[in-house]
């Protein structure tokens, strides 16, 4: 196995933590991402310096120079990055007219832009090399808007889109785009409640604003009922790394609740996308 120099964003905790774990487990070289680690991530920072090979680098994702420092250190030690996964995410909720323009900002800067910074970064070192995995975290709300997650839902879309397009554009450059979609999964970020900042929409909306209510706790049953592990996304992401590079999928769903759904989705939108594709004269990117 060679050794493979991997930075992992958003590692504070849930997917990225697990995916650290997991992935320096396997002797690969890990560069992991967080801010305010002399604050209050500083234990979990740590945690994750005291692995053997794991690096942690305080990182504004929404920082265009932290960004281009960070990778330049990588870079500068290592003299290559072979995998970027762009894990950190922001999740609001509420009825999608209480989201402010800043509200909008904030989420499209860690879900949509953060991602890009990095993904500009990292690829004309892997072009150069002509090789590189990059994988893009994103959720099932990435391929359907359920309502009360509208504004989440739209910014992975944005991802997804960035990564679909990405993926078929830099494949013959010997660079694999994948994207793994999960669902919902007892996480920190899961737990959280960022609600919309223009509460005051909400009392137009009478009892519509309150269906939100049967969403949570159907969710709750059904996370009561198949116990999702968060764990089986650091899987689903260690066995892309280690699949070999040309035959890695674009979408992974992670998702025991509604990932039949998803999947069905998936395949429905390939097949007629691989015609879209030919149609256009590109079908040689298939």
Known sequence: ???KIVLITGTNSGFGWLTVHSVAALGYKVYATMRDTKGRNADKAAVLEAIENVTVLDVNLTDDQSVKQAVEKILENEGTINVLINNAGYAMNGVAESFTTADLH?????????????????????????????????????????PFATIYAAS??????????????????????????PGAFPTEMQQKNNPAS????NEGYGAVANISNKMITALGAEMQSKKPNPQDVADAIVKLI????????LRTVVDPITGQFIEAANHAVAEQFAKGLTVFGMGELL
């Open 106 to 146: 904030t989420t499209f800067d860690i879900n949509v832009y953060a991602p890009w910074r990095l993904i500009k970064e990292v690829l004309p070192t892997m072009r150069k090399q002509e090789d590189g995995l990059i994988i893009n975290v994103t959720s099932g709300f990435g391929r359907v808007s359920f």
């Open 156 to 181: 992975k879309f944005a991802l997804e889109g960035i990564s679909e397009g990405l993926h078929y554009e830099v494949k013959r450059l010997g660079i694999d785009v994948a994207v793994v979609e």
């Open 1 to 3: 196995m060679s050794k």
């Open 198 to 201: 223009d509460q005051d929409v």
């Open 242 to 249: 280690e699949t070999e590079k040309g035959t890695r999928p």
